[in-house]
């Protein structure tokens, strides 16, 4: 992790100093593709910030790395979080790359939650489900779902366009998931982008 933070630093310093190059050669020596795909996210967004037709040229450069790097069929849980951060990204760069890369996405999530339903009448003890609820309390949460790792993107994708969000909601095939996306997907509209926590934690159950 101190490597990881100290690389950090020394891509901060290349970029600010306006050496581009430098920084992106930085990142593709981490040995880790998902550091890399979260330091180019970084970095473009920063970029972005700038403003300059210069500062947003290089910023979708940088994506569009983030995004050669990353699989799009998210096959595994750590394909899904590379992925899920490349939409982050593109919330602010290009919200139409984030929401098409978004939405195959839902289908599996659609499968995860289903599959997680059904595996918890054999698990009564399991945290995300109490007696066929989703369970959201604060004092059991576990966040161990898929889409609830994913609140603050699903927030981003909302906050650069709400009604296209709200039909992404739609696809979801469980009552309580559509409400619980709606439900965050308004909060991340409303949510001042100053606002420091990106997933507020509320106390509530949906039957399914």
Known sequence: MRRWTSSAGRIGRAAKDGKLDDAKKLISNITKRSIQVQRLVSLALEYQKKGGEKDIANARA??????????????????????MEVIRGYTKIDAEAAFKLFEPMIGRMNE??????????YEPNQASFKKG?????????????????????????????????????DKFTRDDVRTLIRLYSIQGFLKDDKNTDPTPRPSFMFAY
């Open 62 to 83: 940088l994506m569009k790395d983030a995004r050669a790097l990353v699989n799009e069929n998210a096959e595994t849980s750590e394909h899904m979080s590379d992925l």
């Open 112 to 121: 995860l939650l289903d599959a997680s339903a059904v595996i918890a009448r």
């Open 133 to 169: 609820e989703l369970e959201m309390s604060i004092a059991r949460q576990s966040w161990s779902l898929a889409i609830f790792r994913y609140i603050p993107e699903v927030q981003a994708l909302a906050k650069a366009d709400i009604e296209r969000m709200n039909l992404m909601a």
